[in-house]
């Protein structure tokens, strides 16, 4: 399934999965989002919010009387965003390669749960340089491929996959769905560097065991919740990186 298509089919659910309670998804979602605004420092400035989905860090925004500007490649979450009326924010359809925007027209740029679709990472960490202004702040969220979690999701993923190849038979609710790639922090600084950008904040989140979160939503909730307090590069599945353009 392409990225557009699946974004398409769950734009109508995207939204309300930051507000469940005793959801995974939910859970997973606000603890991003907290992050993310936590690394956030220029209220009031013109802000470029990169797959900004159903508008789901805009009301956050507009709170901070920020200029916001929200590109997806959905055509449907791009409406469903325009739809909630927020006000100094418009929203468009775009890839991140090809952004519509002059260079340097921004105060910070937001791009969370954008690079882990793309094969490759670099155009958009170079487009994203070209669109912010010196001394501006880049914010991005990624899956975390050092992370030993996302290790052991990998080689189970592989084992099911081989299984069902075999025509064995495999429970349909651990079998793999659509899911996105990881990325390295190591990799990723190092494309950040070399575009200008100098990084300045790194946090780690999220403790969770793939396969259990399939069998047992509840038990993975809880298990996600108590060890909350986890930081760590080689357990948190998820990464935030703030970075400022310095040339």
């Known amino acids: 399934m392409k990225t557009k ?18 959801d995974l998804r939910s859970f997973i979602f606000s603890e991003r989002k907290r992050i993310v605004f936590e690394l956030f420092d220029a209220p009031g400035g013109a802000v470029l919010d990169i797959g900004c989905g159903p508008g789901v860090f805009t009301d ?108 064995l038979p495999v429970e349909k609710h651990i079998s793999p769905d659509y899911s996105p790639g990881y990325l390295s922090p190591r990799r990723l600084n190092r494309l950040l560097d070399q575009n200008g950008f100098a990084v300045e904040a790194v946090r780690f989140h999220i403790f969770r065991l793939t396969l259990l979160s399939k069998i047992s939503p509840d038990r993975s909730l809880k298990l996600a919740r108590r060890m909350n307090f986890v930081r760590s590069r080689f357990l948190g599945i998820n990464a935030v990186v703030r970075a400022r353009r310095i040339k």
């Open 60 to 167: 956050r925004l507009s709170q901070l009387k920020c200029k916001t500007y929200g590109v997806d490649l959905s055509e449907k979450m791009a409406a469903l965003a325009q739809g909630r009326g927020f006000p100094l924010s418009n929203f468009m359809v775009g890839g991140i390669v090809q952004l519509p925007f002059k260079d340097s027209s921004f105060d910070s740029v937001l791009c969370s749960g954008v690079l882990e679709y793309l094969a490759d990472v670099e155009p958009a960490i170079k487009e994203m340089s070209r669109v912010l202004k010196p001394d501006g702040r880049l914010i991005v969220t990624f899956p975390n491929k050092s992370s030993w979690l996302n290790l052991l999701d990998q080689s189970l993923r592989r084992v099911i996959r081989f299984l069902q190849r075999l025509n």
């Open 5 to 22: 298509e699946y974004f398409d089919q769950t734009a109508d659910d995207y939204l309300a999965a930051y507000d469940r309670q005793n």
